[in-house]
């Protein structure tokens, strides 16, 4: 299984080689959002998938070091193409609504290119709000798919 697993990431990595769409993960809580990191599983799918992880550079934080505090100014300069929003816990629908609602009204948010052009992706649980464990080639495969589209 092993095995299989390491070709495929070869596969993506050689497929994806040469992209540089600037991504931003989001694991959405209830009451707070942190930035995933490319030590997390989630943020190594992406940079595998060819995302440029604008949050590479920011600070994990001290009881969950693969996920930084979301660090607006730095984002926003950073300019992200895609966003990726996981969620965990409280009310999905809730979450991804309330975050959806942020980065539409506010002004620093709507000025990405990934808001601008509506690339926000809300990723599915099973696939990424755990570890996916066998499945994770189809989380490979579902943020290789969402890069694609946008590009590069």
């Known amino acids: 299984m092993q095995a299989d697993l390491d070709k495929k990431v070869e596969a993506v990595k050689k497929e994806q080689a040469g992209k540089h769409v600037k991504a931003l993960m989001v694991l ?3 009451g707070s ?3 995933a990191l490319p030590s997390s599983l989630s943020g190594n ?3 595998v998938a060819g995302g440029e992880n604008v949050a590479k550079n920011l600070r994990g934080v001290e009881n969950f070091p693969q996920y930084a505090a979301l660090n ?3 984002i926003i300069a950073a300019d992200p193409e895609i966003i990726f929003l ?3 816990g409280g009310d999905a629908k809730d979450t991804e609504k309330a975050f959806r609602k942020q980065l ?3 002004k620093a948010w709507n000025q990405t290119k990934a808001v601008k052009n509506d690339h926000i992706v ?5 696939l990424f709000g755990t570890n996916p464990g066998i499945r994770v080639t189809k989380a490979l ?3 290789k798919n969402e890069i694609n589209k946008v590009g590069k």
């Open 28 to 30: 959405g809580a209830p």
């Open 86 to 88: 996981m969620i965990h």
């Open 141 to 143: 495969d579902l943020m």
């Open 45 to 47: 799918i992406l940079e």
């Open 72 to 74: 607006v100014e730095k």
């Open 122 to 126: 809300v990723l599915p649980a099973d």
């Open 104 to 106: 539409k009204e506010n």
């Open 33 to 35: 959002n942190y930035a």
